[in-house]
């Protein structure tokens, strides 16, 4: 097993959302990087669930991935948010996966506080630049912010 972290906008999809839902489609991601991770996942991988471009960036929860990677419907669609123009049903270069619930955390853990952590200072989220909506996590970064939760 894969261990990952994806960001989204509480506006759009927070951790409470989905554990509302149970599952949802993990969608509009417009980054070639960021979509070679989503093509890398595997049913079962478990994902932190990052609330970012809000009061309280940081790490929600816990997702998993229920449905591997599967061409993204909302770049085919108009009038969503995530359309491509150049795409089409034939040649749709983004990629969707589907996701479900594992756990909420008690409180967020906020960015600050997770770069204060020594043991992430090689996490990718916590480094200057890292903008990345879905990036890899390694076992150790995984159970050490397991630990903080």
Known sequence: ????????????????????????????????????????????????????????PGIAGIGKIVEAAYPDPTALEPDSHYFD????????????????HVETFPKVLGLGYLKQQSALDEMPLVQKGSRLSVMPVTAEQWAVVKALR
């Open 1 to 56: 097993m894969a261990y990952w972290l994806m960001k989204s906008e509480p506006d759009e999809l927070s951790i409470t959302d989905l554990k509302k839902l149970g599952e949802a489609r993990w969608d509009g991601v417009r980054n070639y990087q960021a979509r070679n991770f989503l093509r890398a996942m595997a049913v079962g991988d478990e994902f932190f669930f990052y609330h970012s471009s809000c009061p309280e």
């Open 85 to 100: 123009a150049k795409a089409n049903p034939e040649k749709n270069p983004w990629t969707a996966i589907n996701v479900a």
